[in-house]
């Protein structure tokens, strides 16, 4: 730890992520190493990502019962073509417990910007060749023709609303997305200020079910 803030020029972190629930570790020990990290000022809060829900409810009830910091986020995979993980087993432990959520892989690697139409696009990056493999799908297609109405409507990106999507989601604190240019970096920006209507939320769950 000393090495890392030593690296990162700060006196403490205020996001610690346990990135993997290691399952070969008790619990109780992986949240009593955080908890003196706190206790230390070295971290502010610790999150969790790539947890089990099964897992996680019990990490939050040996915080509780042992006195421990308790993981006060989740990070999960969650767009609008990856739902059912999350929906129907994170998410009400989440609700439950009032975590913040911080998805990643919102965009669904890019697919969801409507940038993989065709096979041929997986030409276009790196990654590109397992998001057509995964998404460029009768269901995946659906999904773009429902981003490109609402677009279209909104007179802004599908990337905005597929964004704006998650946003409205109640449970959702922020999608995690990334940028390699300033152009792009206003668009997911701007898709903080687009506000979806009932019907077109309904309208891409219904798209993506």
Partial sequence: MEDSLRRLQTDYIDLYQ??????????????????????????????????????????????????????????????????????????????????????????????????????AGASKSQRGQGVVEKYLNPRGLKILAALDAIAEAHRVSPTQVALAWQIARPSITAPIVSATSLTQLDDLVAATRLTLTPQQIEQLADASR
């Fill in 18 to 119: 346990a990135h993997r629930d290691d399952q070969d570790t008790p619990l109780a020990e992986t949240l009593s190493a955080f908890d003196s990290l706190i206790k230390e000022g070295k971290v502010r809060a610790i999150g969790a990502s790539n947890y089990s829900a099964a897992r996680l409810q019990q990490a939050l009830e040996i915080s509780e019962a042992e006195g421990l910091a308790r993981y006060e986020n989740l990070q999960p995979e969650y767009n609008l073509y990856d739902r059912q993980p999350y929906e129907s087993e994170l998410e009400p432990v989440v609700s439950q417990h009032g975590l913040g959520v911080i998805n990643y892989y919102s965009l669904a690697s890019g697919f969801l910007s409507g940038k993989y139409r065709q096979p």
